[in-house]
């Protein structure tokens, strides 16, 4: 027993040593804080809650004094964000170490938005609804579809990165990556009445920009074709490497589209194909055999 005890005493000294903790990003020691993943899924739930009320969290009523209880489920989001974006940002150290003035100004602004997330979701709820015969309602949308909350996750982390905050909206996409399959990154541009059927294995990466009344099907790819690399061998950060989807685009399930290409407005493009050039608006892509991509024109012509 004795022998057990000083092998977990050794174990700990090694895991609290600095040189330990300095490679998993804990700089300064245990008194380093980091955002906590605890914190990002209360985020997400209190968001979905105001975004939704009823749908998620605990349904609101009349005589449980609406005007208060929303209030104080807005006011404990802003609390946390604070403190959440402030560790993020406590992440990057050196002279972005925490502005507490920023920190608040980034909430404040972040909470004036939900409104405008809410009419998003709605457009993007209904979207799904309107192009999945087997919906019975919009209320089933909100409640039981997959889509939904992954969207809700893009377009609350959007906005986050869009006002500068670093970590969070990736954390935050994970949380829907987690529980739905489907990944999204924040940093990607998303149109309105945006639909997602199914959704399982759907990725969309940083750079895509994604038009209006877009639906995609599961296991999508918007992808990077190629990462550039700089002298050391290492990805050039921040260009943009993938594509772009016009306005009322459908693409099949397990299609892959790669690289900074277009996808031009009302096309279609069939299940099972890999393209990484553009393609004409108007267009329907399908795949005749495994060697053989048919495009098709307005006309239906080959």
């Known amino acids: ?58 349904h609101i009523t009349l005589r449980q004094n609406a005007l208060y209880r929303l209030g104080t489920t807005v006011d ?5 964000l604070t403190t959440q974006i402030a560790a993020a ?15 608040e100004a980034i909430v404040m602004e972040f909470i004036s938005s939900l409104p405008a997330v809410r ?10 609804y309107h192009g999945d015969p087997a919906a019975v309602s919009v209320d089933e949308v909100i409640c039981s579809y997959p889509a939904i909350r ?6 609350v982390a959007n906005r986050l ?15 829907a990556h987690r529980e739905t399959g489907i990944d999204i990154h924040p940093g ?25 009344n877009v639906k995609l099907y599961q296991g999508v790819t918007l992808g990077a074709r190629s990462f550039p690399t700089d002298e050391g ?29 277009t996808i031009g407005s009302d096309s279609v493009i069939g299940g099972n194909i890999w393209i990484t050039s553009d393609v004409e608006p108007g267009s329907i892509v399908l795949q005749a055999r495994a060697d053989n991509t048919i495009r098709l024109n307005n006309n239906l012509t080959r």
Request: charged share 20%; proline share 4%; with cysteine.
């Open 233 to 261: 061998g290492n990805p050039v950060k921040g260009l943009a490497r993938h594509p772009v989807i016009g306005n009322n685009v459908v693409i099949y399930a397990n299609s892959t589209i790669l690289g900074r290409i």
């Open 188 to 212: 990607a541009t998303i149109g309105k009445a945006f639909m997602i059927d199914h959704g399982t294995g759907v990725v969309i990466g940083e750079t895509a920009i994604i038009g209006d």
């Open 89 to 103: 940002m406590n992440m990057l150290g050196g002279e972005a170490r925490v502005d507490e003035e920023r920190c």
């Open 150 to 155: 992954a969207i809700t996750n893009y377009r």
């Open 1 to 58: 027993m004795d022998k057990y005890r000083q092998i977990i005493s050794n174990t700990v000294d090694r895991l609290l040593a600095s040189e330990s903790l300095r490679q998993v990003g804990v700089l300064d020691g245990m008194e380093t804080v980091l955002p906590s993943q605890f914190a990002v899924d209360e985020i997400i739930d209190l968001v979905r809650s105001i975004i939704f009320p009823g749908h998620f969290g605990h």
């Open 119 to 128: 009419d998003a979701l709605a457009l993007d709820a209904e979207a799904i």
């Open 161 to 175: 990165y869009g006002l500068g905050v670093p970590v969070l909206p990736r954390m935050i996409c994970e949380r």
């Open 76 to 80: 404990r989001l802003g609390e946390l």
